[in-house]
């Protein structure tokens, strides 16, 4: 059974920081994309951060410069950094992995799986 299990999110104030991390468990296939997404009550889910399994990135506007995100591919784990953090960073955190297989000449797509979610709570 594939499970995506997020740890690290809790309170801090602001200007700290805390990294989020998830790690990938009974995943029979390569997970290939990974990211962050984040969610207020009531609100759309928004992407945050994604990473290649190659290491490219790409961020958000919002946490540009601020956020890190990073993984350990034999891990099947992402991490996410955030440093100065405000009150609206506020919101519960979702990563999502992209499993795939590789067919001999091209991936196919395994489908998406996502963590239980974490929250992180910004005070002023």
């Known amino acids: 059974q594939v499970q995506l299990v997020e740890s690290g999110g809790g309170s801090v104030q602001a200007g700290g920081s805390l990294r989020l991390s998830c790690a990938a468990s009974?995943?029979?296939?390569?997970?290939?994309?990974m990211a962050w997404y984040r969610q207020a009550p009531g609100k759309q889910r928004d992407l945050v951060a994604t990473i290649t399994r190659g290491g490219s990135t790409d961020y958000a506007d919002a946490v540009k410069g601020r956020f890190i995100i990073s993984r350990d591919n034999a891990k099947n784990t992402v991490y996410l950094p955030m440093n100065s953090l405000k009150s609206e960073d506020t919101v519960v955190y979702y990563c999502?992995?992209?499993?795939?297989?590789?067919?001999?000449?091209?991936?196919?797509?395994?489908?998406?799986?996502w963590g239980q979610g974490s929250q992180v709570t910004v005070s002023s």
């Open positions: 009974g995943v029979p296939y390569s997970i290939n994309a």
């Open positions: 999502k992995g992209g499993a795939a297989v590789w067919t001999g000449d091209r991936w196919l797509s395994a489908g998406d799986y």
